[in-house]
T-cell receptor
Framework: EAAVTQSPRSKVAVTGGKVTLSCHQT?????MYWYRQDTGHGLRLIHY???????EKGDIPDGYKASRPSQENFSLILELASLSQTAVYFC???????????FGPGTRLTVL | GDSVTQTEGQVALSEEDFLTIHCNYS??????LFWYVQYPGEGPQLLFR?????EKGSSRGFEATYDKGTTSFHLRKASVQESDSAVYYC????????????FGKGTKLSVKS
């Protein structure tokens, strides 16, 4: 069974603070993704990676950085959190050449 | 760029009703099409996919047929159950996109018994 875990599951942050969301997969997948989910917008891709030590910008990368230190781990970093970044964040993974993505349970981020 | 349009934002039905959720897409290439389902408190999970024109995808009583002519991939189920209550996402993956998915905005299905 494919497994993607995220930590923390919930976080409250202050405006201007730094936030790091972590994702770990045991699927042996090459591709990993970060999405945010907002009511009325569905899922939007922030950053993705198809190999360790390399990341790519998705459709809404502004205000976010990503880090892929190993095949299993992918982090999303908000250097200066803002109110508009309050959302649910999902990590996903997929195998090379296959588009089916396996999602984690999500992290609910509230920026005050 | 690629895009997916789901017409219905919310659908409310009673058990045993027929379900249709409309999905239309726009892509430069020949995409693979997906339906994902998200239950409360969980991440989305794949329902099924289709890769070529006229191919039917199906799972758990849900089905959709890839129609390149009308650029559509409508989700249907003949008789919904309360347990089908969830958010449904249509998505596409353009084959030259490094496996990126483009999602629609989602349709929240509520089924009452």
């Amino acid at each position: 069974e494919a497994a993607v875990t995220q930590s923390p599951r919930s976080k409250v942050a202050v405006t201007g603070g730094k936030v790091t969301l972590s994702c770990h997969q045991t699927n042996n997948h090459d591709y990993m993704y970060w999405y945010r989910q907002d009511t009325g917008h569905g899922l939007r891709l922030i950053h993705y990676s198809y190999v360790a030590d390399s990341t790519e910008k998705g459709d809404i990368p502004d205000g976010y950085k990503a880090s892929r230190p190993s095949q299993e781990n992918f982090s999303l970093i908000l250097e200066l959190a803002s109110l508009s970044q309050t959302a649910v964040y999902f990590c996903a993974s997929s195998g090379q050449g296959r588009a089916e993505q396996f999602f984690g349970p999500g992290t609910r981020l509230t920026v005050l | 760029g690629d895009s997916v349009t789901q017409t219905e934002g919310q659908v409310a039905l009673s058990e045993e009703d027929f379900l249709t959720i409309h999905c239309n897409y726009s892509a430069s290439g020949y995409p693979t099409l997906f339906w994902y389902v998200q239950y409360p408190g969980e991440g989305p999970q794949l329902l099924f996919r289709a890769s070529r024109d006229k191919e039917k995808g199906s799972s758990r009583g849900f089905e959709a047929t890839y129609d390149k002519g009308t650029t559509s991939f409508h989700l249907r189920k003949a008789s919904v159950q309360e347990s089908d209550s969830a958010v449904y996402y249509c998505a596409l993956s353009d084959r030259g996109s490094n496996a990126k998915l483009t999602f629609g905005k989602g349709t929240k299905l509520s089924v009452k018994s």
